[in-house]
């Protein structure tokens, strides 16, 4: 009659063999060999690498964003000018030298303007410099400025 024997262990005769072999295969089964997985600190150095980048990203993102915003209002700007200068270039009577300034309102924004019109050596041409600044803030920098000229319409 035979006994039923265990899968891992194989019929032999030898008992030392027969416990190696045993411990052979729970070592092989249960590994504790290091380099089949990462360590805690390799693990926290690739996090720290890709948070940085992640950071990085973000940054250059809301960078961009901001940067959008301000060429959008420069470009509208630069299309007030156009308008005013148009305007001008239109109008009757031929504008006078001097200053003049007045709002103007796009893309549900409010614009001031302001136009130095000069003397040329020609004299039937007029100089405009026209600036633009968002809402009434002339103090800064304008958003747009633009020359131009007039011709005197007969």
Do not use: C
Not at 6 to 24: L, Q
Not at 60 to 74: C, D, E, I, M, T
Not at 80 to 92: D, G, H, I, K, M
């Amino acid at each position: 009659m035979r006994v039923a024997t265990s899968p891992w262990k194989r019929p032999n005769t030898d008992r030392n063999t027969d416990r190696n072999t045993h411990w052979t295969l729970m070592r092989a089964r249960y590994s504790t060999d290091r380099s089949t997985g990462f360590t805690l600190l390799e693990v926290l150095v690739a996090l720290a690498v890709l948070a940085l980048a992640l950071a990085a990203t973000v940054s250059a993102a809301a960078a961009y964003v901001g940067n959008q915003s301000y060429l959008q209002k420069r470009t509208l700007a630069h299309w007030v000018a156009r308008n005013v200068l148009t305007e001008l270039q239109l109008e009757t009577p031929w504008p006078g030298t001097g200053e003049r300034s007045d709002s103007a309102r796009m893309a549900d924004l409010d614009w001031t303007w302001k136009a130095t019109i000069d003397e040329t050596p020609e004299k039937d041409m007029r100089r405009v410099t026209l600036k633009v600044w968002l809402g009434e803030d002339d103090k800064r920098e304008a958003l747009a400025s633009l020359d131009g000229f007039l011709e005197k319409r007969e």
